[in-house]
């Protein structure tokens, strides 16, 4: 298992901004894909972005133009920057990583990050 640890959360007013960083136990340089989650109360846990291998990236179309994500190789840390934020972004936010061992696929979950968003 990859151990997964996300930071960067909090409380922030609705326009404001916050990064959430997700370090990895290991590299991420050759993980098939990296993404972030979101669950917010009552709600499926939905993909909000991911990035490939490669650096092509996927958003939800309720943050597209407002999140950026990216990795750090050197630093084996993915990050979601939010910009414009909605309280409707409040969630909790958790990193996602998928990899594969010989023809496995696995993935591994952080615990996740608290953003509150207030209007």
């Known amino acids: 298992q990859v151990q997964l640890v996300e930071s960067g959360g909090g409380l922030v007013q609705a326009g404001g901004s916050l990064r959430l960083s997700c370090a990895a136990s290991?590299?991420?340089?050759?993980?098939?894909?990296m993404g972030w989650h979101r669950q917010a109360p009552g709600k499926q846990r939905e993909l909000v972005a991911d990035?490939?291998?490669?650096?092509?990236?996927n958003y939800a179309t309720s943050v597209k133009g407002r999140f950026t994500i990216s990795r750090d190789n050197a630093k084996n840390t993915l990050y979601l920057q939010m910009h414009s934020l909605k309280p409707e972004d409040t969630a909790v936010y958790y990193c996602?990583?998928?990899?594969?061992?010989?023809?496995?696929?696995?993935?591994?979950w952080g615990q996740g990050t608290q953003v509150t968003v207030s209007s």
């Open positions: 990035i490939s291998s490669i650096g092509s990236t």
């Open positions: 290991g590299s991420i340089a050759s993980a098939t894909a």
């Open positions: 996602r990583v998928s990899y594969y061992r010989g023809s496995t696929l696995y993935v591994d």
